[in-house]
Structures are given as structure tokens and as C-alpha cells.
């Protein structure tokens, strides 16, 4: 009898917690948003998600630059980001998974009837639900010709984890947000959304990423970033050889918002017109393979120019390199 007490409980534990993922099905969410192309001439079809927390609709730069390219832009929203604030609370991995699946399969399906290659770019957790999605559902098949990742969240600060105490108020408790209002799904976000979060970060840390790394990746992120590991991202790219993985570090220093967030880049007033322009030009360089993207993204070119002063985060006004926190190429710059 004992025996059979402890295999019914060791079953019971082996089922739970190795349990296989639920089956994925193609399908329309009703969330989805299409952008047609401005160009007749398409280049192909761009998958688009946003951040945690990020109102969706608000990825209006990335937008406006993919659909002028001459793509047509499929904006995925994941569950919780359409302003419904009970499905935010109680949202689940595999929810965000069936999302992105569900999305996938309608933009592979323009792109095969129009013959078009197929592209992602995603901010944040979209970058995570994503790669999560192409490791660890393999029989799926999920391939984009190309991806640009935001900031995306494959490797996380362990400050980030703090988060985790918060459980203790209960699953509805929302987490408050700091960053930009007008930019918000939510004023908070709820424990389930970074349980969730959570969840995917650590099925994806058990993957050898042997599925992305065929697949040209640009990572766009700002080395202060609040949130992700700048470095924890070199260190995927060298272990899992992700050969074909290029990073690109932007500044924030020119930002317009009233609040800078150095993990919020996806919009021109997020880190200043000149190093927005500057990054669209390397996510055409790398989508198109023209060039490879340049590694550092900043005002240094403009910081000078036509012998106007600068200021860093140092000397509120510059006129020369050698003048006490002022040399450009060791400190964030903008034109005064």
C-alpha cells in the first residue's frame, strides 16, 4: 500500500511538473491590427509586438517607418494589452505563446498568397514571448527571414526578481509602473502578467537557442537599461553562438519624454530625432543587407557641429574635447 501511495504521488509529480505544453492551433485573436504598406512595390510582411505594459497602438514610429518601407505591418497585441485589465490579471505563458502562435500564422499566411518574406520586431517581453515560442515549440516550425529585437527580454537583472516577493498581496496586486503614463496600458501591472514573464524567461534559459541561430538578429538596446542585461545578452550571443546576431547600443541622452526610461526606446521622443534616424537607418541596413549596423548609435557626429557647444552629463557646456567632462567618445552627448 505504502508503494503505491508514493508511485500515485511521484506520477502526480512528474505530470505536474513536466507536464507537456498545451497543443497550439492557428486562429484570430479579434486583437490583431493590420497597417498596409504605403509602397506598391512591398519589400514583405513585418510582425510587430510591443512591451510589458506598452500600449500597443503607441508603436506609432515603428509603424509609420515600416509601412513607408514598404511593408506591410501585422501589430500583435498580446492578452491584457487592449485595455482589458481582468485578462491582464490573469493571463499565463502559454496565453501570450497562443497570442504570438495565432499571430504568426496570419502573417505567414499573407506572406505565402503574396510570396513575400516574413520579419519580426519585437520590444521587450514580445522579444522573449517570441524566442520562447521558436525554442520551445519546435514542431511549430516559427521562422521570420529576419528579426529586430528591442531591448528584449532573454536576459534579465537580477533586481528584476524582486518582483517575484510581491506575490504575497495576492495574484490581483498591480505592480505600480513608473514609466511614461501616456505610453501605458495600465498604471500598474499585475504579479500574473511578470509571473508570466517569468515563466517564459526560464523555459527559454533551458534552451540552447539552436532554432534562432540561423535567423540575422539585430538587438537595439540602451547599456542603462533598467531592466535587461546588456551584457547578459553578449554572453547568449557568444555561448549559444548566435553568429548571426549583431547588438547595436543606443543613448537616451536627447529624449524628449517627461520621463526618460532607458528600457523604453521604440519611439523618436524616447531617445532624441537624431539617434531614432540614425537607428531606423541600421534596421534597414540590416533587413535589407546593405551594411553592417554600426555597434554604437549616439550624438557624438552632431555634438560640435558647425562649432556649436555641447552638453554631457558632465559639463552642462562644451566647447573642447579636453575640457573636464566633455570628450565625446566617453560620454553621452547633445547639441546646446
Known amino acids: ?15 505536474s511538473g513536466y507536464a507537456e505544453s498545451p497543443a497550439l492551433v492557428c486562429g484570430n485573436n479579434g486583437k490583431n491590427i493590420w497597417y498596409p ?6 519589400k514583405g510582411i513585418m510582425m510587430l509586438s510591443h512591451g510589458l505594459n506598452t500600449n500597443a497602438v503607441k508603436m506609432t514610429d515603428l509603424i509609420k ?5 514598404g511593408y506591410d505591418v501585422l501589430l500583435t497585441i498580446l492578452t491584457g494589452h487592449d485595455g482589458n485589465r481582468k485578462e491582464f490579471q490573469n493571463v499565463t505563458r502559454e496565453k501570450w505563446i497562443q497570442d504570438m502562435y495565432s499571430t504568426y500564422c496570419a502573417a505567414q499566411a499573407k506572406a505565402n498568397e503574396e510570396k513575400l518574406p516574413l520579419f519580426f520586431t519585437g520590444y521587450s517581453v514580445s522579444g522573449l514571448v517570441v524566442e520562447d515560442l521558436i525554442e520551445n ?3 511549430q516550425k516559427v521562422h521570420f527571414e529576419k528579426m529586430i529585437l528591442f531591448a528584449p527580454a532573454v536576459a534579465v537583472k537580477p533586481i528584476t526578481g524582486l518582483v517575484k516577493a510581491l506575490n504575497v498581496f495576492g495574484k490581483d496586486y ?54 535587461v542585461s546588456t551584457s547578459g545578452i553578449r554572453k547568449i550571443i557568444s555561448t549559444k553562438h548566435l553568429d548571426n546576431w549583431s547588438l547595436v ?5 536627447a529624449a524628449t519624454t517627461k520621463v526618460k526610461y532607458h528600457h523604453f526606446i521604440v519611439a523618436e521622443e524616447a531617445v532624441g530625432a537624431h539617434v531614432w534616424q540614425q ?33 554631457t552629463p558632465m559639463n552642462d557646456s562644451c566647447s573642447d574635447d579636453t575640457a573636464d567632462g566633455c570628450d565625446r567618445s566617453q560620454n553621452d552627448c547633445k547639441p546646446i
Open 1 to 15: 500500500m505504502r508503494f503505491l501511495i508514493l508511485l500515485t504521488l511521484f506520477l502526480c509529480w512528474l505530470s
Open 37 to 42: 504598406s504605403e509602397l506598391k512595390e512591398k
Open 65 to 69: 517607418f515600416y509601412t513607408s518601407q
Open 137 to 139: 515549440y519546435p514542431d
Open 174 to 227: 498591480m505592480v505600480p509602473s513608473f514609466s511614461n503614463p501616456e505610453y501605458r496600458v495600465c498604471n500598474g501591472t499585475p504579479i500574473e502578467a511578470y509571473d508570466s514573464l517569468f515563466d517564459s524567461y526560464n523555459m527559454l534559459k533551458k534552451s540552447d537557442f539552436s532554432h534562432s541561430r540561423q535567423t540575422p538578429t539585430l538587438v537595439i538596446i540602451d547599456p542603462k537599461d533598467e531592466l
Open 249 to 253: 547600443v543606443v543613448t537616451n541622452y
Open 279 to 311: 537607428t531606423l537607418e541600421a534596421i534597414s541596413a540590416s533587413l535589407e543587407g546593405k551594411s553592417q549596423p554600426r555597434s554604437t548609435i549616439n550624438n557624438a557626429d552632431i555634438c560640435g557641429k558647425d562649432g556649436k557647444l555641447w552638453k
